[in-house]
């Protein structure tokens, strides 16, 4: 009994940092409307700032007043990433808000390591709280008690601050109704500055609480902003209340889940969060939010079919791609196979992310669970090479099937959350699982029958593939389909309105949206002849989401230039530098801020201003004309 | 005999302790052109989105076109045969006039989950005929997104028809419109509905469009239906006079001239 007493303070003490986190995204969220991806990364910034600063001053002021610095120098920190970059995107959709935090999340990866190394730092112990306390036999550090009554006197504070001062009552107005406190003359600016400061300020201090507790590293970051997303979500964003609640929840289950399932215990929270979606969407004490904005939101320029000479133009650069092997070697075809199957990958979000206005933050779930697939059908039951590719995808159209049911009910940054969150499952399971999956040392030896083994044929195989998808993926964007997807994505109303069931519309085009990108991956198995947990990461998630933001989310097959462009790059900027999370995450948060609709977008932009600009001019001459009689 | 194609009895529906609608009761037949008013919080909107479906009532019948469409949803009783348009326009920006229309006609030949049809080339002529009735004919390749409103409203039109509809369910259609827009919309509407005997509900604000165009006009009051009747006997109607045009304005032809200005 005494074991689990403890087991659940424990709980109550992680609980204590995952709130202050969480309670920061809220504030910033209920204000900013942003969901600020950055916001482990300014936990891990404020976990290293406190290490330092605790490690040169020293006695019991050096360290108490070391880590209140040290979220204050975070939070100075985040006013000017707010005064710079987030002022200039507050309008922008939600989706590249998340881009753009997320790229700055990579840039303080690689900064983190320039300045403290890549080794994990183990900081001082706390003065006064070092000892443990004796409970039945069992110890409970006293570090832990004093966090666990923290996080209580947290949020009495933030409660006494948003009911009792002037300010708290302007940020609960500007929550309510952001446009109508500007009206009442309401300095905007500074407001969102300070909710900001104020939010960042927690995290950095969630971050530097914890180093008594926990090693400092540079992985910290996704770590804590995954499981925050996850409290943010069940406590319903927007709601301290719900963030403290929510956080006790995860962190207990946390605890038990490791005595209970000890091979699941990740997935129990996201089981857990899947629920309280499914029956309150906007979590436990959120309340319903109006209507997401669409993804697209740039221009309103009505999609057209390829013309006839742009089909030549397509068909030309397919020929060419195809000669490739006449002249370049083995290293360039591998590389070009590689390259072919993100295009697949990213039509395939693409198709999901532009056409039904659903961007899925966990892309990579379909394209690894295709990857299994492959890696099951070959190695265990030993299919031939054209079944597994044929049936490995399989795996990806269920996976697909079963999350984007339950995604699909949701929207916007709920509907990004959720299939994050989904993404983490299959990556646990893949991790976890080592029986089936191998774990992380993945499956080994899925190579291509002969026919298929030279990188030329390989490399035939992939592109003639790539080709098909593509070509597939947009005569179904010109279908009546494509046409009810566009519809329910445009207008639910309207949509509703004139008999579409946009659920099943929706649930239909992630189906096929998770088919195809099962297809990439299994291609992918066969290219590298393995089957990491890789294929399932975060970051592979977010590689697709980028590609298909390079090439224009709001165009109808821009992913395939974004992926080419990107995956060269990518593959290139690797051999070139050690900092190339630094490189792009920077080239994220500058694609985001200064060309939103990416490189095909950006060249139709172009042409249509061209255009428009020789109507006027021939309006001109007749109008001259007519002036003239 | 004019068959009835929407009959609503005993409809009530409460938030809280406010009674939004109490026991309302009307029919409307076929061909019939027939006005919701009422005071602001007079619950005409909860009214018309329990007859299409978005909100369901506490109690009482709806019976539309033969059927029981109470707890149906909005998209079953488009089926039906409804067809509807919005107080704020709601139509697809991305696409082009015709292609709106196009998704509609897709809709109503089931072809929703045809991944490899064209749509260009689906009912192409029966968009083009609906948009030449409603007068967008000549703006069928324009972006809707680059619409003016009182086009749009228009276009919203048009869509609301391609179902072939015998009753729709027209929200504020005039509203946000400039007067001279008020009127052609309306004349425009009332037109096609006498033409193809369609039904139409509507409920307005604006009393020269009302009293111009309704056969018969139904005026809400806190929930309750207070008057019920032709424009003329509304009109004349001592109650609906005192509660909802306020005292000291009369509405009679002398007035009208010089209203809308």
Redesign the interface.
């Known amino acids: 009994m005494a074991f689990y007493f403890v087991q659940f303070l424990t709980g109550l003490a992680s609980a204590a940092s995952l709130f202050l986190v969480a309670s920061g995204l809220s504030i910033i969220f209920g204000v900013t409307r942003i969901v600020n991806f950055a916001h482990g990364a300014f936990y891990m910034l404020g976990a290293y700032v406190a290490f330092t600063l605790t490690e040169r001053f020293s006695g019991a002021l050096g360290f108490w007043g070391g880590i209140v610095v040290a979220a204050l120098i975070v939070a100075i920190i985040g006013v000017l990433v707010e005064m710079v970059l987030l002022r200039r995107i507050y309008h922008a959709p939600e989706l590249f808000q998340l881009l753009a935090t997320f790229g700055l999340t990579l840039m303080v990866q690689d900064i983190v390591v320039m300045i403290w190394g890549p080794d994990d730092l183990l900081g001082r112990r706390a003065p006064g709280f070092k000892g443990a306390v004796d409970f039945f036999g069992q110890n409970i550090p006293s570090y832990d008690l004093f966090l666990i009554a923290l996080s209580p006197i947290v949020l009495g504070i933030l409660w006494l601050l948003f009911q009792r001062t002037r300010w708290g009552v302007l940020v609960r107005a500007a929550t309510q109704d952001r446009d109508m406190v500007a009206a009442l003359g309401v300095n905007q600016k500074w407001l969102f500055t300070s909710v900001f400061a104020l939010g960042v300020f927690l995290a950095a201090l969630g971050g530097a609480l914890q180093i008594p507790r926990d090693a400092v590293h540079h992985a910290l970051d996704l770590r804590i902003i995954v499981e925050v997303f996850v409290v943010v979500v069940i406590g319903g964003l927007g709601s301290i209340i719900g963030a403290f609640v929510a956080a006790v929840l995860v962190s207990e289950l946390n605890a038990f889940g490791i005595l209970i399932f000890p091979k699941i215990s990740i997935i129990l929270v996201f089981l857990v969060m899947a629920v309280v979606l499914i029956v309150r969407p906007w979590g436990l004490f959120g309340k319903p939010e109006a209507a997401a904005r669409r993804t697209p939101g740039l221009t309103v320029t009505p999609w057209r079919p390829l013309t006839s000479g742009e089909r030549l133009m397509s068909l030309g650069a397919l020929v060419l791609a195809a000669m490739m092997p006449l002249f370049a070697g083995n290293y360039a075809l591998t590389v070009g196979s590689e390259i072919a199957i993100f295009v697949i990958f990213a039509a395939s979000l693409h198709f999901l992310m532009s056409v039904g206005g659903l961007a899925s933050f966990g892309h990579a779930a379909y394209f690894g669970l295709g990857a299994y697939g492959v890696a099951f059908l070959a190695k265990a039951a030993g299919l031939p090479m054209i079944a597994s590719l044929l049936l490995g995808p399989v795996l990806g159209l269920l996976g697909a099937a079963v999350f984007g049911f339950f995604a699909v009910q949701l929207s916007g940054v709920y509907f990004a959350m959720l299939t994050l969150a989904f993404a983490q499952i299959v990556w646990s399971i893949a991790f976890q699982w080592v029986e089936v999956t191998g774990g992380d040392n993945g499956i080994l030896g899925v190579w291509p029958e002969r026919w298929a083994a030279s990188p030329a044929n390989f490399y035939w195989l992939s592109l003639g593939i790539t080709a098909l998808v593509v070509t597939v993926l947009r005569v179904m964007v010109f279908s009546p389909f494509g046409f009810a997807l566009r519809a329910t994505r445009d207008s639910p109303l309207r949509s509703e309105a004139i008999g579409i069931n946009g659920k099943r519309v929706q649930w239909t085009a992630f189906v096929i949206s998770g088919t195809v990108a099962g297809i990439g991956g299994a291609l992918f198995a066969y290219l590298k002849g393995s089957v990491f947990p890789d294929s399932v990461g975060i970051s592979l998630s977010v590689d697709a989401l980028v590609m298909v933001l390079l090439g224009g989310v709001e165009t109808v097959s821009g992913a395939v230039i974004g992926a080419i462009v990107f995956k060269a790059a990518n593959i290139w900027l690797v051999s070139q530098t050690d900092l190339s999370k630094l490189v792009l995450g920077g080239f994220i948060v500058l694609m985001v801020v200064a060309f939103p609709k990416g490189i095909v977008g950006t060249l139709e932009t172009i042409r249509n201003r061209r255009r428009s600009a020789e109507a006027k001019k021939s309006a001109l001459v007749t109008s001259r004309i007519e002036a003239a009689e | 005999m004019v068959p009835t194609l929407l009959s609503v009895e005993a409809l009530s529906k409460s938030y809280g302790g406010v009674h939004a609608v109490r026991s309302v009761s009307f029919e409307l037949r076929a061909g019939e052109i027939l006005a919701l008013i009422g005071p602001n919080g007079a619950g005409k909107s909860t009214c018309f989105d329990m007859l ?1 479906g978005q909100n369901m009532p506490d109690s009482g019948r709806i019976h539309l076109l033969g059927e029981d469409t109470v707890g149906r ?3 079953a009783i ?2 039906l045969g409804v067809g ?1 348009t ?1 107080q704020i326009t ?7 006039v015709r ?1 709106n229309v ?3 006609l ?3 030949g089931r ?10 080339a ?1 009912a192409r002529d029966e968009a083009g005929r609906l948009l030449d009735l409603v007068g967008m004919g000549a703006y069928a390749e324009r ?4 619409l003016a409103y009182g086009d749009l409203k228009r276009l919203e039109l048009a ?1 609301a028809l ?2 072939q509809p015998r009753l729709l369910l027209m929200d504020e259609p005039t509203a946000g419109m400039a007067p001279r827009e008020r009127i052609d919309l309306m004349r425009l509407t009332a037109s096609i509905a006498r033409e193809q005997a369609i039904g139409v509900l509507f409920t307005e604000h604006d009393m020269d469009v009302v009293f111009e165009h309704a056969d018969r006009i139904l005026v809400l009051n806190r929930g309750s239906l207070i008057a019920e009747g032709s424009p003329e006997e509304v009109r004349g109607n001592p109650q609906v006079r005192a509660i909802y045009l306020g005292e000291g304005l009369v509405y009679d032809a002398r007035h009208r001239e010089g209203a809308g200005a």
Do not use: D, H
């Open positions: 299409n949803k909005p998209r488009w089926r509807r919005f709601a139509t697809f920006p991305t696409m082009t292609e196009q998704v509609a897709v809709s109503y072809q929703l989950f045809n991944l490899w049809g064209s749509t260009a689906y972006p809707c997104g680059e869509i391609a179902n």
